[in-house]
Nanobody
Framework: QVQLVESGGGLVQAGGSLRLSCAAS????????MGWFRQAPGKEREFVAA????????NVADSVKGRFTISRDNAKKMVFLRMNSLKPEDTAIYYC????????????????WGQGTQVTVSS
């Protein structure tokens, strides 16, 4: 019943940056661990990053570590993914996801998903 809506995707050149946003319609948003996944054409969905309920801890996939940063603003009920130094292989649909009281280092089965936002990186 948690509604998640992503925004901020678009088309950028390699080396550029984007910030994705995820807005949640959940009164107890601060009890949900949140994360981002992505799925490229012809590939399976993969984990990108996750953040703990309070925002005190993060987990970032090795493929994007050092380039992507996940953050959250519980007052605004939002999660963000800042993406720097984008590469063509980052092209995918990015999904926001959440699960109540979840260990972010085993964030494999989120309960709630957004509709996705397209990120396209040109070479």
């Amino acid at each position: 019943q948690v509604q998640l809506v992503e925004s901020g995707g678009g088309l950028v050149q390699a080396g550029g940056s984007l910030r994705l946003s995820c807005a949640a319609s959940e009164r107890t948003f601060n009890t949900y661990a949140m994360g981002w996944f992505r799925q490229a054409p012809g590939k399976e969905r993969e984990f990108v990053a996750a953040i703990s309920e309070s925002g005190s801890s993060t987990n970032v996939a090795d493929s994007v570590k050092g380039r992507f940063t996940i953050s959250r603003d519980n007052a605004k009920k939002m999660v963000f993914l800042r993406m720097n130094s984008l590469k063509p292989e980052d092209t995918a649909i990015y999904y926001c996801a959440g699960k109540k009281w979840q260990n972010i280092f085993s964030f494999n089965t989120p309960d709630y998903w957004g509709q996705g936002t397209q990120v396209t990186v040109s070479s």
